[in-house]
């Protein structure tokens, strides 16, 4: 066997990947248990603040453990965190900017 092979141990492999997809599975049913839930009385804002909660850990089980992101290098993370970066500048540019209209539009 050479450097750059390395054994792999299915029976460990095949166990996490179980253990994942009922961790998924639990954390779906939670949030189609917290949609039909009476938590807010009547308003949605608790509700789906509690589902993006539960749908960002949901993620985060997914991307770290079977996109092995967990295991990756410094590289992948500054990389991600530009990424992340961007992204809420970008979406914060497109609010800030909602109501900036042009001139004689329908609105002005």
């Known amino acids: 066997m050479s ?3 390395h054994p792999v ?3 460990d492999y ?3 990947c179980l253990l994942v997809l009922l961790a998924v599975a639990c954390m779906t049913a939670m949030m189609i248990a ?3 839930s009476s938590i807010g009385s ?3 804002t608790p509700k789906v ?3 993006l909660l539960i749908a960002s850990v949901n993620a985060f089980v997914i991307a770290g453990f079977l996109m092995h992101l967990l295991s990756e290098k410094k590289l992948v993370y500054t990389i991600l965190a530009f ?3 961007f992204f809420i500048g970008l979406a914060g540019l497109t609010i800030w900017a909602m109501n900036d209209l042009p ?4 609105k002005h």
Request: charged share 20%.
């Open 3 to 5: 450097e750059s092979e």
């Open 9 to 11: 141990v299915f029976k």
């Open 14 to 16: 095949t166990r996490r």
């Open 34 to 36: 917290t949609s039909f």
């Open 42 to 44: 009547g308003s949605w």
């Open 49 to 51: 603040a509690l589902i």
């Open 83 to 85: 990424t992340v970066f």
């Open 103 to 106: 001139v004689g539009s329908a």
